[in-house]
């Protein structure tokens, strides 16, 4: 069983649409969770952490469902600028790690005009 | 905050010949530092890690290397390149004990001919 799982998509959706994705893990010991970005063949960024009482971030919202093990993220009114894959992460332990986070392999989205 | 500083940006080499990659860490001491590979299509993969000074491990089998001769560098290294080693090579940061997840470099993408 892989240990977080997204649906690649991609999603298309158009511009001023909402879209939300899930992502589900494996490891119900996992303590940090979060979403980042990545654009097209450049590094991925930090978009937000995901807190057990779910978090907003302006047009972003990130939910966290520990007894069905999944992660959401909801974006409002969508700008052509949100067209990335975001990447669902894990971690096991509430704060740094040693042995790293746990990436999924991303959702495409596309916002189209 | 931290600055990973990662070169060069883009590497042709050919099979069999030797690689050398090199992260630098700004703004912080003593962080956990990673080296990813994120192959065409797929998702993050952990090659090393390292929690300080010549202290590395190791994910993954394969023909590569690692070594952090100071606190904030990270050098992934390979004596001879195989056509599966191309890629987009990613060193990340992680401070311990913080729940901000990780701090990318822009990445290296590697193709090897």
């Known amino acids: 069983r892989k240990e977080v799982e997204q649906d690649p998509g991609p999603f298309n959706v158009p511009e001023g649409a909402t879209v939300a994705f899930n992502c589900t893990y494996s490891?119900?010991?996992?303590?940090?969770f979060f979403w980042y970005r990545q654009d097209c063949r450049k590094e991925p960024k930090l978009l937000m952490s995901?807190?057990?009482s779910g978090n907003e971030d302006g047009r972003f919202t990130a939910q966290l469902n520990r007894a069905s093990q999944y992660i959401s993220l909801l974006i409002r009114d969508s700008k052509l600028s949100d067209s990335a894959t975001y990447l669902c992460?894990?971690?096991?332990?509430?704060?740094?790690?040693?042995?790293?986070?746990?990436f999924g392999k991303g959702t495409h989205l596309i916002i189209q005009p | 905050s931290q600055t990973i500083h990662q070169w060069p940006a883009t590497l042709v080499q050919p099979v069999g010949s030797p690689l050398s990659l090199e992260c630098t860490v700004e703004?912080?001491?003593?962080?956990?530092l990673y080296w990813y590979r994120q192959a065409a299509g797929r998702g993050l993969q952990l090659l090393f890690y390292?929690?300080?000074?010549?202290?590395i491990s190791s994910e993954v089998p394969q023909n590569l290397s690692a070594s952090r001769p100071q606190d904030r560098q990270f050098i992934l290294s390979s004596k001879k390149l195989l056509l599966s080693d191309s890629g987009f090579y990613l060193c990340?940061?992680?401070?311990?004990?913080?729940?901000?997840?990780?701090?990318f470099g822009s990445g290296t993408r590697l193709t090897v001919v």
């Open positions: 703004g912080t001491s003593n962080p956990n």
């Open positions: 490891n119900s010991a996992s303590q940090s």
């Open positions: 990340a940061s992680m401070i311990p004990g913080e729940r901000n997840g990780y701090t």
């Open positions: 992460v894990v971690s096991p332990y509430s704060g740094g790690g040693a042995d790293g986070l746990t």
């Open positions: 995901v807190y057990s």
């Open positions: 390292s929690i300080g000074i010549d202290q």
